[in-house]
């Protein structure tokens, strides 16, 4: 049992839920901790599928995009299910397919053994492994944008850090014999139901180079539970370090070949396409690894002025493709940094960690924000990196929140 599964055994849970005392640390909170932070008079109902979820902690900005509150994050080590973002491409299938989950079959091919296995034999394929990472939209943090490229506004809350289990795609390789010659990358294929009329190329079919498949899961588990339709259920790719569309839901297919697939998802969205084009390029960079990453949860403007004094900053960080090494605090707008600590536990590195700083912040305005350095020397950037449709903005100073200390 490896540590992020530890974290999920239902005693330890049990401990670690809700209010602690100092020097310790919180696995999951749930929402009544922001209950100050009031939703908006008139909200979007949560689509059918997505029911079970917190609206008081989420932004419905349509039936397949979800975003969770800044308010709602960075106050546990592991995002509930329940206020965990939701991005699809596509309407989900039907509901039907999480209620047998071990029925769900998935094709295997660019092995020497090709095989349609069902989540069932999966199970039993390979040792079961549990793996914590932070699950983001490429478009989190759109919003930013000064050119409001098309697609939803993301702010911050396209992400979150749950913990998977499943089988490494690496077992299943190996059980399969072993790739055939000549694969270069991963392809996984949902299985959503496009609608009638729709062009075959509009498929979710996304792929990765292949040393992504190093760490990569076929996960039946979400935060110790079946993973539901809302994320992919019944089995789902799993692509730590890489942006969440490359995760592939409701996977049956997985191949391994010599060239990226030709689907519009892949062939021309989710690039890296210059300001100014009319439409990304096959060519231009495609929508990856994910680099470092930060923003500060608390305090935020909605909580009204503060009084001037001490002051406890929180949020969180993660590296993407690397484990983090050190986080930084400031409360002038990046004129000046203090080293913040980590707190709670270091689930991995593809997991984020939560940090907290104690300013003392005189009256008046105050911009703060937070950079966080990875393991490889690679520190958040000050700046966006301008492209097109708005993809993978860690700007620090984007992320910034101002406040005001009376």
Sequence with gaps: MNHAESLLNPV??????GSVSAGAFTLFKPLTAWSQVAAPAVARPLPAYAAFKDLGALIVHSANTIETRRSAMGGAAVT??????????????????VARPDEWQLQVEGVRRPRTLSVRELKVMGADETLAMVLQCSGNGRGFFPHKPSGTKWQVGASGCVIWKGVPVRAVVRALGGMSQGARFMTGLGGEVLPAGVDIGTRVERSVPLEAMQDALLAWELNGQPIPLAHGGPLRLIV?????????KYIKR????????DAIIQKTRYRMSPLGEKSSRPGDPSVWGMGPKSFVTAPLPEDGPLRAGRVRVEGVAFGGLHAVAKVEVSTDGGASWKPARWVGPDLGRYAWRRFELDADLAAGAHSITSRVTDVKGNAQPEHRLENRSGYLNASW??????????
């Design 240 to 248: 730590p370090g890489y942006t969440g569309v490359n995760s592939v």
């Design 80 to 97: 509930p299910v329940s206020q965990l973002y939701v991005r699809n491409n596509l309407g989900p299938p039907d509901a039907s397919i």
């Design 254 to 261: 997985l191949a391994f070949t010599a060239q990226e697939n």
């Design 12 to 17: 330890r849970r049990n401990l670690l839920v």
């Design 397 to 406: 100073r984007d992320h910034a929140v101002a406040v005001k200390v009376a």
